[in-house]
């Protein structure tokens, strides 16, 4: 009986996050921001695009904080109708409920930061590379 709220607490975080979020970025794609209701002027424009990008970087990092707050949180009453709920407010428009977390928490964070995110980056991009020419390479030459 528990397994049924929360697989419609998963699909409405899913939908609200994902699903509905990425139908607007098509439109977009499709038709520039009139097709989704925006204004056409140049500087309107780029600040639809801005709080697209603010969305989903928003988004990335809740949903890596989900995977490990989960762990220890899972048990807790109510805990999936907040993250539906949150999630809902980042997405809602004239909310900009991501635009605000952006600009108050995630955007001062990363540039606080930047330097030792950059290195780390840069390091596991290293990292994957010569770890996949490794396996190509192995398993070109067992072929």
């Keep these: ?59 990335a990092g809740f949903t890596a904080g989900e995977l490990v707050a989960d762990t220890f949180i899972f048990w807790l009453p109510l805990v999936g109708m907040a993250k539906v709920g949150f999630v809902i407010w980042l997405v809602m428009p004239g909310i900009h409920g991501a635009e605000v977390v952006y600009d108050s928490f995630v955007e001062p964070y990363l540039v606080k930061h930047e330097r030792t995110l950059d290195k780390y980056f840069q390091q596991a991009r290293a990292v994957a590379q010569k770890s996949t020419h490794s396996v190509s390479k192995s398993a070109y030459d067992r072929w």
């Design 1 to 59: 009986m528990y397994l049924l709220p929360c697989f419609v607490l998963h699909w409405g975080s899913v939908s609200a996050g994902y699903l509905y979020p990425a139908y607007k970025c098509f439109k977009l794609l499709r038709g520039g921001p009139e097709a989704i209701g925006a204004a056409s002027s140049a500087g309107e424009q780029r600040d639809v695009v801005k709080g697209i990008l603010k969305y989903w970087i928003v988004m």
